[in-house]
């Protein structure tokens, strides 16, 4: 009897520290995060298959840039050019760098064999240079066109993928020397929102291809508000949702919108991870961390999904500063991908052979110029140095992981 006592004290005793096991295997983060995991323990789909699918629906998908300078951003737009069903279907990218006055130069470097990397590399960097102006310092575009040619010279040519690149024009060097040739130009050239002129330039172009292409979809490379399915208004507000005093006040035309417009039902957006940007803050992480902290307690750092019918969607637009209670993800983008947290991002500026001998004192008066203009100050001694590859981090980024650590480290059921 008393041997039988004793398994069954051990058996209890083994159920019960089961039992306290499972306890502690519950996660620990803030129950506000819960309608988050459980929506994102369903999504399989990673983020490169995600924006492939939306072609099956779009003529048109546009993703909206983190950080102009962020690098690993272009490692996913990598794996969607380079995919067997991008070459064939699409082939085609309009992108917001670079400017519309340097589009044919990039397209003859695409199409173009090279014999060897240094020769590849210098033809390049003559047309970077002079991608926008004064200067485009930020390095990943620089790296995609690259690929893209060393791509395009195994492929046949109606095959071989097109860069179209859509942003305002930019003056020559021989024609604008001083501040007030540029102000001239200015006033000529670039009176018109910029928005507007990108759209103009991407549907002369698309609506030529989808009559004459058999590929007739593209993929469009914006940042920020430029990728937003709506017109915004830039009018501040309040918590409450009424105009705060001394705001400027009007409507924001973004580019994406103007696409969709032009293209009904056709176009698809797709916001990729960052952060908010023009805060009183600063850069933050998005829903002050509550989103990555979502992704990370699941430990998903590539996937893709609708915004529609999901929590993320229902969430209030906290990356424009200016937003309206109406304003969600969800009537601004179609959906997301999330690729990669933040201590995986890299930005990434400058080339090492960006400046040289030759190109120095063009570039020096742009600068120069530019800075009369705007303000600010460029020494031409430090001009090669400066512009070197160099690679980092967010300024902020401890403080984005307190942010989202908030949410995790939070006990069960003690409140968000």
């Given at each position: 009897m008393k041997e039988i006592r004793m398994k069954s004290i051990n058996t209890i005793i083994i159920f019960a520290l089961f039992l306290?096991?499972?306890?502690?295997?519950?996660?620990?983060?803030?129950?506000?995060?819960?309608?988050y995991t459980e929506f994102l323990k369903e999504k399989q789909t990673t983020a490169k298959d995600y924006v492939l699918e939306q072609w099956k629906q779009h003529d048109v998908v546009v993703l909206c840039e983190r950080d102009h300078a962020e690098l690993t951003q272009y490692d996913l737009i990598n794996e969607i050019t380079s995919s067997d069903y991008f070459i064939k279907n699409v082939g085609c990218i309009f992108t917001e760098v670079g400017s519309f006055t340097v589009r044919n130069r990039v397209l003859v470097f695409l199409h173009t064999t090279y014999k060897n990397e240094n020769l590849r590399e210098a033809a390049l960097i003559k047309i970077y240079r002079e991608l926008s102006w004064p200067i485009w310092e930020k390095s990943n575009t620089y790296?995609?066109?690259?690929?893209?040619?060393?791509?395009?010279?195994?492929?046949?040519?109606?095959?071989?993928?097109?860069?179209?690149?859509?942003?305002?024009?930019?003056?020559s060097n021989d024609k604008v020397k001083s501040k007030e040739d540029y102000l001239?130009?200015?006033?000529?050239?670039?009176?018109?929102?910029?928005?507007?002129?990108?759209?103009?330039?991407?549907?002369?172009?698309?609506?030529?291809?989808?009559?004459?292409?058999?590929?007739k979809k593209c993929l469009v490379i914006m940042n920020y508000r430029h990728a937003f399915l709506k017109n915004v208004s830039r009018e501040k507000v309040s918590d409450d949702g009424t105009p705060l005093?001394?705001?400027?006040?009007?409507?924001?035309?973004?580019?994406?919108?103007?696409?969709?417009?032009?293209?009904?039902?056709?176009v698809a957006s797709i916001y990729i991870n960052a952060m908010t940007v023009g805060t009183p803050e600063g850069q933050q992480p998005i829903q002050n961390g509550k989103w990555d902290a979502s992704f990370k307690v699941l430990g998903k750092e590539n996937v893709g999904f609708n915004f529609n019918n999901s929590p993320f969607g229902a969430d209030s637009l906290d990356i424009w500063g200016f937003s309206k209670p109406e304003y969600t993800y969800a009537n601004i983008f179609t959906g997301m991908v999330y690729y990669l947290p933040f201590e995986k991002h890299i930005r990434a500026h400058g080339l090492d052979n960006f400046i040289d001998d030759e190109s120095i004192d063009e570039i020096y008066q742009r600068l120069k110029i530019?800075?009369?203009?705007?303000?600010?100050?460029?020494?031409?001694?430090?001009?090669?140095?400066?512009?070197?590859?160099?690679?980092?981090?967010?300024?902020?980024?401890?403080?984005?992981?307190?942010?989202?650590?908030?949410?995790?480290?939070?006990?069960?059921?003690?409140?968000?």
């Open positions: 306290v096991s499972l306890v502690s295997c519950k996660p620990k983060y803030n129950p506000a995060l819960e309608e790296f995609m066109l690259l690929r893209l040619n060393k791509i395009n010279q195994n492929l046949k040519p109606e095959d071989k993928i097109q860069v179209y690149t859509s942003d305002e024009p930019i003056p001239a130009f200015e006033k000529k050239y670039l009176s018109r929102d910029r928005d507007s002129v990108m759209a103009e330039n991407i549907i002369a172009e698309f609506d030529s291809i989808q009559l004459h292409s058999t590929r005093y001394g705001q400027i006040k009007g409507t924001v035309p973004c580019t994406a919108a103007l696409l969709a417009k032009h293209y009904p039902n056709k530019y800075t009369e203009v705007y303000g600010g100050e460029i020494e031409k001694q430090d001009m090669k140095e400066m512009f070197k590859y160099k690679e980092g981090t967010y300024y902020n980024l401890e403080q984005c992981r307190e942010s989202i650590n908030r949410w995790i480290k939070t006990k069960p059921h003690s409140g968000s």
